[in-house]
């Protein structure tokens, strides 16, 4: 049976006290949607309002898998992304959040995400998560009360980047806030592509990273 795939994205498209213009990072949507198309998953997105999302880094436009992504498939399903809430997520195989700075504005609480991210990764289906996109994995506690993340490898985008990308902008860093909660954490040089699998957990620490990702969690759908 075909394996199905959902993108939960965010719908931020303001960041900070200067209100910085962000999204959804492109590279971190369109790489990994690529790796699932490639191996002829089913790719659903949702959002957490329903509302249609934003992308950042359209600069970055000439790269073919985000080319690829912005005048196919992607990019109009993404437009349509239903409202989170209305999804029966227990039918997926995976749940995958890309990042860019967006997440960080709505995905840190949210309750409904946490409550899905827990679901998934206990019925043992794949999570995962990308750059900033493992914002969505702070905050999870499992049935037995601990922290999603505590004793987990993880990586996400680190202090060291932020200070040299959005550390005027962001309202925290996500690195001190996943090792606070326990995650063993895990880093390459800045803007180095890493990615780590964890079990059925699955993050990466920058831009770069998102392909690798996407092929772990893959590696764990086929095994």
């Not at 900033?132 to 601990?146: M, T």
């Not at 202090?159 to 005027?168: F, G, H, K, S, V």
């Not at 964890?198 to 920058?206: A, C, E, K, R």
Request: hydrophobic share 40%; with cysteine; glycine share 8%.
């Amino acid at each position: 049976m075909m394996k199905k795939v959902l993108i939960i994205v965010s719908n931020a498209n303001v960041i900070g006290p200067n209100n910085r213009r962000t999204g959804n990072f492109l590279p971190e949507v369109a790489h990994p949607y690529a790796e699932f198309a490639k191996a002829g998953y089913q790719i659903d997105f949702a959002s957490l309002s329903g509302d249609t999302p934003y992308l950042d880094a359209l600069n970055l436009a000439g790269d073919p898998d985000n080319l690829a992504f912005l005048t196919g498939k992607g990019w109009e399903d993404m437009q349509k992304a239903v409202k989170l809430s209305t999804v029966d997520v227990s039918t997926y195989d995976a749940i995958f959040m890309p990042g860019g700075l967006a997440p960080m504005v709505d995905m840190p609480d949210n309750a409904l995400l946490k409550q899905v991210v827990k679901e998934t990764y206990e019925r043992n289906a794949v999570v995962g998560a990308v750059c900033h996109g493992p914002v969505s994995l702070l905050n999870v506690k499992l049935s037995d009360g601990s922290y999603l993340v505590k004793g987990k490898n993880i990586s996400s985008f680190t202090t060291e980047e932020e200070d040299n990308y959005a550390r005027a902008d962001v309202p925290f860093d996500l690195q001190t806030a996943l090792t606070e909660q326990g995650a063993i954490y895990h880093t390459v040089a800045p803007w180095g592509a890493f990615s780590i699998a964890d079990g059925n957990l699955v993050t990466g620490q920058n831009p770069a990273s998102g392909k690798g990702v996407a092929e772990k969690m893959i590696a764990i759908l086929e095994a």
